[in-house]
Structure formats: structure tokens, C-alpha cells
T-cell receptor, first 114, second 115 residues
């Protein structure tokens, strides 16, 4: 158990819908990362937040948005869902913002878009 | 832009045999390199990392990796594989230094261990 929690574990929804994935980082960690793992694209970095502010952005679609709240939990919002958005979404957290800080991964949320 | 190639999609070894998983990276500056393991239904766990210094790094679970700048490689090794090592292994290169932590992953290598 990494100490990072993600809810829900599984999510099944329809095309065109909007969903919210939630992540609680390890106690004391200020940085949160979101990754997408799909069969087509592999494991891709989406976005990083540090202490409530966006720190780095990857291949995140405009239909996707994220935020980190004052209590440091984070949410990833996916809207106008398409079949291709079906994937495993991981959240990770680290103490600080740089690469010298180990990223601890949560168990993931599996999103299925029908 | 950085990239990582793991040439082997699937490797099968017998329990007790040695293991080497290949990783080649492309990155303009001094790379931050990582190996992660993902067991079925689990998140990723860090095995080891290289930032600088000694090019042979030791990790958890008896794994080691060697950074070879001339070959742009960071291969993962284990002298004797256990059945519990069966999993998917990901090599990653990091960008951001001490400012941010963007990881670029390879496609992964699935390891099967025969008894």
C-alpha cells in the first residue's frame, strides 16, 4: 500500500458524459501527478500540481481538467467522454515537486466508456 | 523531447535464471532514469533510480541497473529470478530536474517466470 488513495476503483459511463476522479496523496506530500495508461498510448503523464498550483503539463486533452484543493487532494475531471478515453488513470504523489522526490502511485481508477 | 524504448514486449525466464530487461532512452541533457514494476491490479512501485554518480545502481528486491551514457541505455538486471517477480516492468526518463517531475515511460516489458 503506497498510501495514495484513489476513488472510485472502477467507473463505467457513456460517451458524452462527464466524470470526476479523486486522489488523496500520502500524508505530508505536496505534489500530485496524474497519469493515463491505455493500450494504445501506454503510460502517459497528464499533469502535475504542487501545493495547489499547476507545475507541469503533459499530453492532457482540453476536455480534461484537474485541480488540487487546499487540503491537497486532487480531482481529475474528464468531460465529453469518448470511447478512446477508456483507460486506467493513476494518481501519484511526492513530498516535493522535483524528480529527486519519489513518486508513489495509487492503485488507479479504471474508466470504461461505452 | 525525451523518449524511452523497451525493445522486448514480453520475456519468459525460468525461476532461478538471470534476467536482463533492456531500456534505451533519448534525452538532451543528463537524464534522470527510473525503473518501475507493476503487478496485476496494482499501481507502480519504484525499483531504482539514477540521477548521477555511480553508474551501477542498486534497488529493491535484488534488482540493479547500469547506466551507459555511450549506449543511451539503462538496463535492469537480477541474478536470480523468483516467481514473485512476474509483473510488468517500466523504464522511465524524467524531465524537470528539481522543479517538476514529468516522467516519460517506455511501453513496458511483461515478465513471465516459469517454475
Amino acid at each position: 500500500d503506497s498510501g495514495v488513495t484513489q476513488t472510485p476503483k472502477h467507473l463505467i459511463t457513456a460517451t458524452g458524459q462527464r466524470v470526476t476522479l479523486r486522489c488523496s496523496p500520502r500524508s505530508g506530500d505536496l505534489s500530485v501527478y496524474w497519469y493515463q495508461q491505455s493500450l494504445d498510448q501506454g503510460l502517459q503523464f497528464l499533469i502535475q500540481y504542487y501545493n495547489g498550483e499547476e507545475r507541469a503539463k503533459g499530453n492532457i486533452l482540453e476536455r480534461f481538467s484537474a485541480q488540487q484543493f487546499p487540503d491537497l487532494h486532487s480531482e481529475l475531471n474528464l468531460s465529453s467522454l469518448e470511447l478512446g478515453d477508456s483507460a486506467l488513470y493513476f494518481c501519484a504523489s511526492s513530498v516535493s515537486s522535483g524528480l529527486n522526490n519519489e513518486q508513489f502511485f495509487g492503485p488507479g481508477t479504471r474508466l470504461t466508456v461505452l | 523531447a525525451q523518449s524511452v524504448t523497451q525493445p522486448d514486449i514480453h520475456i519468459t525466464v525460468s525461476e532461478g535464471a538471470s534476467l536482463e530487461l533492456r531500456c534505451n532512452y533519448s534525452y538532451g541533457a543528463t537524464p534522470y532514469l527510473f525503473w518501475y514494476v507493476q503487478s496485476p491490479g496494482q499501481g507502480l512501485q519504484l525499483l531504482l533510480k539514477y540521477f548521477s554518480g555511480d553508474t551501477l545502481v542498486q534497488g529493491i528486491k535484488g534488482f540493479e541497473a547500469e547506466f551507459k551514457r555511450s549506449q543511451s541505455s539503462f538496463n535492469l538486471r537480477k541474478p536470480s529470478v523468483h516467481w514473485s517477480d512476474a509483473a510488468e516492468y517500466f523504464c522511465a526518463v524524467g524531465a524537470g530536474g528539481t522543479s517538476y517531475g514529468k516522467l516519460t515511460f517506455g511501453q513496458g516489458t511483461i515478465l513471465t517466470v516459469h517454475p
